[in-house]
Structure formats: structure tokens, C-alpha cells
């Protein structure tokens, strides 16, 4: 039985699940919910994910929500190399660098995409120039660290591709569609590490899905 | 075996989440102060830890770590045969979700109401009312989930304790020594949840070790 997906996969949280269903070549079904209509705060949503997000994976019997949950569910099962396994200083690094991709990288470049394209796109304002220029600046010292640890290693958990390279492919990939993907060029390892994760199969396939600002609208 | 040196302020409860954890594996550790009213955080020394300059980090013999979630994880790994089982034999999807809500539903808000109820006192400020405002009502909707799951469910992750109920156990301490105590005891299964963590040896160990200033007198 395949696998189910819900969400809208234009979301950067939905597509974190579906690279990781791509990556580790799962066959899945994702199920389009529809976020204008309130698809999300259905009851029947509820009962799968209580805080009424996307988001959701179904497997057999199994409802697991939170991106990072599915991806370390899906790739523990199908790929578990993705996750250090085998060696518990592989593991270790990759949980904390996932924890810095969760904490450190995300709420900044997350920020500066949510205003530079989600803002104008979904919310209908302009994006709030305050918001930016404080993320920006906590960015660059992120991105400073980031090009000293890729310095050193191929990936950010060591010479191995891992969740916590992939985790940050959905979140870079609007990042880099703005005008601050510039923080990220000046870094020559950042930038290397960024255009080889973006040139993956299963990367080039979820971009297509990552919609918003860009004047398309999928039902999906 | 060398004591495990975890670096921090000894009242940060993120160095707290994970003595919390050290102490329920039983693991002999010292408390290396690292002063962040002196900036000692962004000085070379720790920064060569934790290069994002945060407290904790930890050093176990060669292995550096830091993010506290992550440490925690990998003493409950490493150390799995130690003190209280934390993680499950066979792997739990339910496990990586509720690690997951803790850190991004529960300490979203639960942080800044500690910071603001607790640390700002502490340090001769006074509590920003919105910041609390906001954040006690978004925490009550978060609790209102775990009530829910918790009627059903003994821990976070079925019948046993584990690292996903570990980990809030540092925040939960400091919440309910806050006028906002109420977020957790007015809602019976988090209250029950909670008293049962309160109660475990390990805990109440953790807990005893906090350099806490006395309570004010009635």
C-alpha cells in the first residue's frame, strides 16, 4: 500500500516530506488539500495532525506529523544511510546539524522568504523591511559558520549527504529566488554545497512544486 | 570515565534539558560556567565549541556537541544501557513527532514566558506584558493539544517515559514557578504529566541543583 501524503506541496514544509519520499524512492500518493479553503482545520484533518498543519504522512497504520518526523521516519525506514546510521558520531551530527538547520537557519531564511514572497503572494503586503534587515544580519553570521564547517566537509554532517543537507533544500530553494541569495553566493563553499544539493534528481523534481510568488498556481 | 563537562549557566534551562537527561542515564557531570552577562559565549575559547556561540555544548572524551535537543539525543544513544531507557528498541515514528512538537509548539512559547517571567526579574527588568500576553495565549492552545493527547496517553510517546517528555521537563519547572503556572495546572492530564516528571528521583535531583535565588517571603 503506498504511502500518503496531505498537504499542498508549494508549502517549503510539505515539500521537505515529499524530498525525502523522492530521495529515498518511496512510491506515495500525495493527497492535495486546499489551504484558501480551510481544508486544514477540518475535522478530519484534526484527527489526523491536532494542530491543524501540513504536513501529514500516512504509512499502513502510522500517522506521523512534523516535516523532520516524516523525513527521519521515511528515511530511517527506506534509506537510513541519509541519516548517519550505523555510527553514532554520524548520527550525532547529523541531529545537530539538523537541530541548527531547525533553530539557526531556518527562522532567518525562512523569515526573509516569507517577506520577500509569501508576503506579496498569499498575504497581500508588502514585505516588512524591519523583519528583513534583522534576519539578514542574524543570516549572515548563520552563514559565516556554514562556510567554515564546509570548508572542512563535503556536506554539514561530514563526507556524507544526510537530512541535515536536505532538510534545507525547500526553505533555500524561495531564499534563493530573492534578492538576499547574494549572502549565500559570497560564500564560495555555501554556494557549492547549495547548487550540488539543487542539481539532485529529487531536488530538480520538488522545485517544480515550489510555486508560490512565481504566478503559477497548482492544485497541488 | 572522565565526568562529561557541560558547558553553560547553570539556571539556563536549556543547559537544565540537558542535565535533566544526564542525570536520568546516571552520568557522573560537571557544570563548566560560562558567563553570558560577561559576553563569555562570543569569546574564542567557547566559540571554538560551539561556533553559533550558544550554551550548551558538550564535551564527551573527543566528541564535541552542541544544540541541546541533539546532545540529548546522543547521550540517550550513546549511553542507552545507563539509568532510565529513553528511547524505545524498536525505533517510534510517535517519538520523532512529539520531539518535534516540543520544539517547535511547546518552546516557541514556553521560552520567551520563561525569559520574560523568570530571567528578566532575575536580572533587576520587569516582564514585557504583550510578549507574556501573547505567548501564554498561543501556549494555551499548544497545551489544550497535549491535554487532549495526554488523556489518552500516559507520556508523550504511549506508556513509557522517554526523551520527548525529558526534554520539557526543564521549561515545565520554570513555568510553574510563574504567575502563568496555571498554562499547566489548570489543565488536569499536563498537571498529572508533569507531577509524575516532578517526582522522579532524577529529576527532583536536577532540580535540587539549581542555584536558585529563595522565593520571596509571603
Redesign the interface.
Known amino acids: 500500500m503506498a504511502v500518503k501524503l496531505y498537504g499542498w506541496s508549494r508549502s517549503p514544509f510539505v515539500s521537505r516530506a515529499l524530498l525525502c519520499l523522492e530521495e529515498a524512492g518511496v512510491d506515495y500518493e500525495l493527497v492535495p488539500m486546499n489551504k484558501e479553503a480551510g481544508d486544514h482545520r477540518r475535522p478530519d484533518h484534526i484527527a489526523r495532525n491536532?494542530?491543524g498543519q501540513v504536513p501529514v504522512l500516512e504509512?499502513g497504520d502510522?500517522t506521523?506529523?512534523?516535516s523532520?518526523?516524516i523525513g527521519?521516519?521515511v528515511l530511517?525506514k527506506y534509506k537510513p544511510e541519509l541519516l548517519g546510521a550505523g555510527s553514532?558520531?554520524d548520527?550525532?551530527m547529523v541531529?545537530?546539524w539538523?537541530?541548527?538547520e531547525?533553530?539557526?537557519h531556518h527562522p532567518a531564511a525562512g523569515a526573509i522568504a516569507h517577506e520577500c514572497i509569501a508576503a506579496p503572494a498569499l498575504l497581500g503586503r508588502m514585505p516588512n523591511q524591519a523583519i528583513i534587515d534583522e534576519n539578514v544580519e542574524k543570516l549572515k553570521k548563520?552563514l559565516e559558520?556554514y562556510e567554515?564547517?564546509l570548508s572542512k566537509c563535503r556536506y554539514l554532517a561530514g563526507d556524507f549527504l544526510s537530512l541535515a543537507d536536505l532538510s534545507h533544500f525547500t526553505v533555500m530553494h524561495y531564499f534563493m529566488a530573492t534578492e538576499y541569495a547574494a549572502l549565500v553566493e559570497a560564500h564560495p563553499h555555501v554556494k557549492a554545497w547549495w547548487e550540488e544539493l539543487a542539481a539532485r534528481p529529487a531536488a530538480k523534481k520538488v522545485a517544480g512544486f515550489l510555486t508560490i510568488g512565481s504566478g503559477v498556481t497548482t492544485e497541488k | 570515565m572522565a565526568p562529561l563537562k557541560l558547558y553553560g549557566m547553570p539556571l539556563s534551562p536549556n543547559v537544565v534539558r540537558v542535565a535533566t537527561v544526564l542525570n536520568e542515564k546516571g552520568l557522573d557531570f560537571e557544570i563548566i560556567p560560562v558567563d553570558l552577562t560577561t559576553g563569555a559565549h562570543k569569546q574564542p575559547d567557547f566559540l571554538a565549541l560551539n561556533p553559533f556561540g550558544q550554551i550548551p555544548a558538550l564535551v564527551d572524551g573527543d566528541e564535541v556537541l552542541y544544540e541541546s535537543r541533539a546532545i540529548n539525543r546522543y547521550i540517550a544513544t550513546k549511553y542507552a544501557s545507563s539509568g532510565a531507557a529513553l528511547l524505545p528498541a524498536t525505533p517510534s515514528a510517535k517519538l520523532e513527532v512529539w520531539l518535534e512538537v516540543e520544539s517547535h509548539h511547546f518552546y516557541p512559547n514556553a521560552s520567551p514566558l520563561v525569559f520574560q517571567l523568570v530571567f528578566r526579574p532575575l536580572f533587576g527588568g520587569a516582564p514585557d506584558p504583550v510578549v507574556v500576553d501573547k505567548h501564554a495565549h498561543e501556549l494555551a492552545k499548544v497545551l489544550d493539544v497535549y491535554e487532549a493527547h495526554l488523556a489518552q496517553n500516559k507520556y508523550l510517546a504511549g506508556d513509557q517515559f522517554t526523551l520527548a517528555d525529558a526534554n520539557h521537563a526543564s521549561y515545565l519547572l520554570y513555568l510553574t514557578k510563574t504567575p502563568k503556572a496555571g498554562l499547566v495546572n489548570d489543565r488536569p492530564h499536563v498537571k498529572a504529566w508533569w507531577e509524575d516528571i516532578a517526582a522522579r528521583p532524577a529529576f527532583q535531583k536536577t532540580a535540587a541543583a539549581l542555584p536558585l535565588p529563595p522565593p520571596p517571603s509571603a
Open positions: 491536532p494542530f504509512d502510522l506521523v506529523f512534523e523532520r518526523a527521519k521516519h530511517r553514532l558520531e548520527t550525532a541531529e545537530m539538523l537541530e541548527v531547525a533553530h539557526q548563520v559558520v567554515t564547517r
